[in-house]
C-alpha cells in the first residue's frame, strides 16, 4: 500500500525504479531544498497572522495553541520551537502590529523640531487609518481579558503603548523646547491628543453590529487636530469692530 505521508505512488514509482532517482536532473527537484528553507523562514510569520486572526476572534483564553497551528499549516511541535507559550505568541503578535504601525508614526514624526501644525494632522491621519487593521480588535481583547490575564496588559504596554507615546511625548517635549506650544507635562499632552481617536476606534470595535452612529474616523481626525491647534472656542470679536 503506498505510503501517502510520503507521496503515495511517486513514492512506489522510485523504489520500483531505483535508476530513475539517481538520473533526476529535473530543476525543480534540486531546487527543493531552497523552498523548504524558504518555507522554513516564512513559519513564524505565518504562525503570528494566524495567531493575529484567532487572538481577534476567539479572544485570548479562547485560542488554544492546537487551533493556531492547525491555523497555520504546522505541527503542533513545530509551533512551540517558535513560541513556547501562548504568552510568548501574543508578545510576537503585538511586536508585528507595532513595528508597522510605529515605523508610520515614526515617519509622521520624523524630526523632533518639525512643527506641531503638521505633526498632529498627520499623527491623528494615521490613527483613522489604524481602525481599518486588526489593532482596534486587538484593543479589544485586552479590555475584555487583562484582569484574567493580567500579563497581557504588560506585554502590550512594553511592545505598543510605550513605544507610540515615546514618540510622539518626545516630539511635544521638543516643541515645548522651542516655545511652540504651551508649558504642561508632554506625556498628558499626548494623552490629549490621541484620547479622543481611541475612544472612537474602541466604539466602533465595540458597536460596530448595532445600530450606533459609527464615527468617520477621518473626518473625526481632521476636526480634532483643527480643535487641538486653534481651540474649541470661537475667537471673541474684537473691540474694535
Known sequence: MPNASCGGSKVSDMHDNPEAEVANTDPATAAAPRRRQRRKEARPSEIIDAALHLFAERGFGGTRMDDVARRAGVAKGTLFVY?????DLFRAVART?????????RSAASSLDRPIAELVPALLAHAAFIAGTRVPAMIRLLIC??????DLAEVWYDEVVSKVLGVLTSALASAQARGEIRRGDPQLLAFSIIGPMFSAVIFREVLQDSDAALPDLQQLAEQHADIMLHGLLEPKPSAAS
Open 145 to 150: 481579558e487583562s484582569r484574567i490575564f493580567p
Open 97 to 105: 502590529i507595532t513595528e508597522g504601525n510605529l515605523e508610520r508614526l
Open 83 to 87: 513560541f513556547p507559550t501562548k504568552q
